[in-house]
């Protein structure tokens, strides 16, 4: 019989924000470029500490470095190249871990995937990862059951939840059930890829008001034509 050990697995280490500050996101905000600007310039860069100790704000360096910390308090981490429905993700850094869920027990490989800004700080984590349970039983997504069971009940409002997901639709691809981490960071569930993904707010902000300032220049532009 295989026994299994188990290491501890860190997902999120910050606190929720205050409730009075949940009216910063409101879901009108999004949809305005004036509001949208001003919410971005107000919101700081997240520094928020995730999966495994990983912090937004760290660069490639720092990343490796962490690798190399977790190395030596026991955990296995491999670079290799994982694929997806065939397809090669390309050489990432794999964690191997036992993992459980319920009764239920098995293996799995989480490819973790940073994504940096022009300026090499961290504003996304992508976590992909591959379940082996025993007995060959399907038993559910155990990442996102692991975030269910950090978060509690402690989740923002429908309404901002709804209009984030709207927002963010194709950011990077098909986001749902977004959930704040803090004043400065969120993760979110992908019906395709990756089953679960930080992302820094500030960074998500940005790309949603270029996108509403790309479809107001259109608007205007549309209107230039005659006929």
Request: net charge positive; with cysteine; proline share 5%.
């Given at each position: 019989?295989?026994?299994?050990?188990?290491?501890?697995?860190?997902?999120?280490?910050?606190?929720?924000?205050?409730?009075?500050?949940?009216?910063?996101?409101?879901?009108?905000?999004?949809?305005?470029?004036?509001?949208?600007?001003?919410?971005?310039?107000?919101?700081p860069e997240a520094k928020d500490t995730v999966f495994m100790g990983f912090r937004f704000g760290m660069s490639k360096n720092q990343f490796?470095?962490?690798?190399?910390?977790?190395?030596k308090e026991g955990h296995k981490i491999e670079w290799k190249n994982k694929s997806f429905l065939g397809v090669p993700l390309g050489n990432q850094y794999v964690l191997n871990t036992p993992m459980s869920m319920r009764d239920n027990v098995g293996y799995s490989e989480v490819v973790m995937w940073p994504q940096y800004t022009m300026d090499g700080k961290m504003v996304s984590l992508e976590l992909w990862a591959f379940d082996d349970w025993?007995?060959?039983i399907f038993t559910g997504n155990w990442l996102y059951y692991q975030l269910k069971q950090q978060y509690g009940s402690s989740h923002p409002s429908k309404s901002w939840r709804d209009a984030m997901e709207d927002a963010i639709r194709d950011f990077p691809l098909d986001p749902r059930s977004p959930k704040r981490i803090s004043e400065t960071a969120i993760v979110y569930e992908k019906i395709f890829g990756?089953?679960?993904?930080?992302?820094?707010?500030?960074?998500?902000?940005?790309?949603?008001?270029?996108?509403?300032?790309?479809?107001?220049?259109?608007?205007k532009k549309s209107k230039e034509i005659t006929f």
């Open positions: 019989m295989k026994k299994l050990f188990f290491l501890p697995i860190l997902f999120l280490s910050c606190d929720l924000p205050e409730t009075q500050k949940i009216d910063r996101f409101n879901p009108v905000v999004l949809q305005n470029i004036d509001s949208l600007a001003s919410l971005y310039s107000e919101t490796r470095t962490h690798i190399g910390k977790l190395r025993s007995g060959d990756p089953e679960l993904v930080y992302h820094s707010y500030k960074h998500i902000l940005s790309q949603i008001l270029i996108d509403l300032q790309v479809k107001e220049t259109n608007k």
